[in-house]
């Protein structure tokens, strides 16, 4: 598999084993943490493999969150010179805050696609 295909899958939400079935189920509630499946639908690939296997994902989205703070801190720092530094802060943390659900996915997703089985 080409690494741009890994990316591909991994944006799209899908299977590292077959690329054709979801890892999580379909987002219910705006509060509610994305539930992954424990298994492909189509091809039985276990996405939860051991107890604290995604701590590890939570170093990827550390670095999801670093990024977006600093695209959201530059934007803000750039399109609004006037911006005092209360609001950039502010402007920051609603970012991170409207990123959180989709850097958990993401995170765990990419994951399973660089360690796979
Ligand atoms: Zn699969």
Redesign the pocket.
């Known amino acids: 598999m080409k690494k741009s295909n890994l990316l591909v899958r991994a944006l799209k939400d899908s299977?590292p084993?077959?690329g054709?079935?979801k890892v999580f189920l379909p987002s219910t509630g705006l509060f509610k943490l994305p539930e992954m499946l424990e298994k492909?639908e189509?091809?039985s690939?276990r996405f939860d493999r051991e107890p604290g296997y995604f701590i590890g994902a939570l170093y990827i989205s550390y670095g999801l969150a670093v990024l977006q703070g600093i695209l959201a801190f530059f934007t803000c720092y750039f399109f609004f010179p006037s911006m005092s530094t209360f609001w950039q802060v502010v402007c920051v943390v609603a970012v991170l805050i409207v990123f959180a659900k989709k850097n958990y996915k993401l995170a765990r997703i990419l994951y399973i696609h660089l360690f796979p089985w």
Do not use: A, D, I, T
């Open positions: 299977c084993n077959c054709e079935g492909c189509k091809c690939y």
